[in-house]
């Protein structure tokens, strides 16, 4: 057996999770001990609220949350007019927020600059509410504007508001998502590693799936669905009908398991005109091509570039219940990415520094146990996008605080978790 410090998942959306499972169990069980909630922008608000809850409430896993630009921009903006540039009036009472919210225990800002809410603001908006969450010691941690074509402006904007705000900036889930950026992972760690030799403190971490899983309608990213023209470039975009799979379809079973390509055979239609047909009929759920492996492998190899999951209990993809064991098990034991010592370095006391996490991440004497036990030869994801909620094998036990939170392939009913607020971290007692 393996002894390490229990996993540090820096981008977890168990937030809604954890009220219908507090034990937590697909996360403890690929050994995560610690998760960062409150990403993408979307957050608990007042955060004082959520901590209070929390605390009196408490869940297996120790959490730290961030504050969500989304969540503020949307309480300022009210009533949905937020589909503009916030005026400067409103840009200082986001900025208020987000100060109230690190003094209540948050740990810095998230954004998700590709989503609804946070799309419609400037980077000089990002750049005054990473100004307030830095004043407090906190970090910025971001889905960035674009993970397709437009990546390299979007890692571009990450840059900026780390310099402008003086700002220690982490890029969630680094992508490269579509045909045009394939195979660019060298050259977009070349501009975070120029950005890095400057003096900017820029992280990232990369999630070890190289599909993702949603509604049929989100290849077309125009929504014009029914147009022949934009959903051949929509399937041009993601590698081909081949990369796209039909994995649930209601008013076609027969289609279940099946890529456009294979379907568009089986029916003799061409596959834009299959993809309409689905759309006109009621939709389906499919996994699309997201990255190349071998851009998820040169991620991995920069020491810089650590492992999350973004998943969280619930979610219909398999790094909801997978991450972790997948890499020990895939990356490291089969196909020789990364040692082993490395690959646990990721994912414990490098987001612990990350983080400010004093006493975790680490093995010593008088640190804080969180420890998971498991077997090198067997760990392994067993989750699939048929089955993402499939728990993965070779993690033998968790700890928690001391307190054993998986034993045996069991949740144990402790609830030792924590709610770790800035004033208990290294950055937030430097200032
Ligand atoms: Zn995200």
């Not at 004043?135 to 397709?148: F, K, Q, T």
Request: net charge neutral; aromatic share 6%; charged share 25%.
């Amino acid at each position: 057996m393996v002894v390490s410090p229990g996993f540090i998942d820096l981008h977890n959306h168990s937030d809604r999770g954890l009220g219908d499972d507090p034990q937590a169990t697909s996360q403890v069980s690929q050994g995560i001990t610690t998760a960062v909630i409150g990403v993408d922008g979307s957050s608990a608000w007042p955060i004082a609220d959520w901590v209070t809850k929390r605390r009196a409430n408490p869940v297996a896993i120790n959490l730290l949350t961030l504050v969500g630009h989304a969540t503020v921009r949307s309480k300022v903006m009210a009533g949905g007019d937020y589909k503009r540039v916030a005026t400067g009036t409103e840009v200082d009472r986001m900025a208020s927020m987000v100060d109230q919210a690190m003094r209540e225990g948050a740990i810095g800002l998230s954004s998700g600059l590709e989503y609804e809410v946070g799309s419609y603001s400037a980077t000089a908006e990002v750049v005054s509410l990473a100004k307030a969450a830095a004043s407090r010691g906190g970090l910025y941690m971001s889905h960035i504007r674009d993970e397709a074509d437009l990546a390299f402006d979007a890692i571009q904007e990450v840059i900026t508001i780390a310099r402008d705000a003086r700002i220690p900036a982490h890029i969630s889930h680094i992508k490269l998502g579509t045909a045009g950026v394939w195979g660019k992972a060298p050259e977009a760690v070349g501009v975070l590693a120029k950005a890095r030799a400057t003096g900017l403190d820029i992280t990232a971490d990369c999630y070890p799936y190289d599909a993702w899983s949603s509604t049929i309608t989100v290849l077309v990213p125009n929504k014009q669905y029914e147009d022949p023209a934009s959903v051949r470039k929509a399937l041009a975009d993601v590698g081909g009908p081949e990369s796209v799979l039909v994995t649930s379809c209601r008013q076609h079973r027969d289609y279940e398991f099946k890529n456009l390509q294979q379907i568009a055979e089986m029916t003799s239609k061409s596959a834009v005109d299959v993809f309409i047909e689905i759309v006109r009929s009621g939709g389906a759920s499919v996994v699309g091509k997201a990255m190349q492996e071998r851009d998820i492998r040169h991620f991995y190899e920069q020491p810089w570039i650590l492992i999350a999951s973004d998943g969280g209990i619930g979610m219909r993809h398999p790094r909801a219940a997978g991450s972790f064991p997948k890499v020990l098990g895939r990356y490291v034991r089969e196909s020789h990415w990364l040692p082993l010592e490395e690959a646990v370095r990721k994912m414990t006391s490098a987001p612990a520094a990350r983080l400010g996490l004093k006493d975790r991440g680490v093995i010593r004497e008088g640190a804080i146990a969180d420890l998971v036990v498991f077997d090198p030869k067997q760990v392994v994801d067993q989750s699939t996008f048929a089955e993402p909620a499939k728990l993965s094998k070779g993690v033998q036990w968790v700890f928690v605080n001391g307190m054993p939170v998986w034993q045996d392939g069991k949740a144990t009913s402790s609830r030792p978790g924590l709610v770790i607020t800035s004033d208990k971290l290294l950055s937030g007692n430097r200032k």
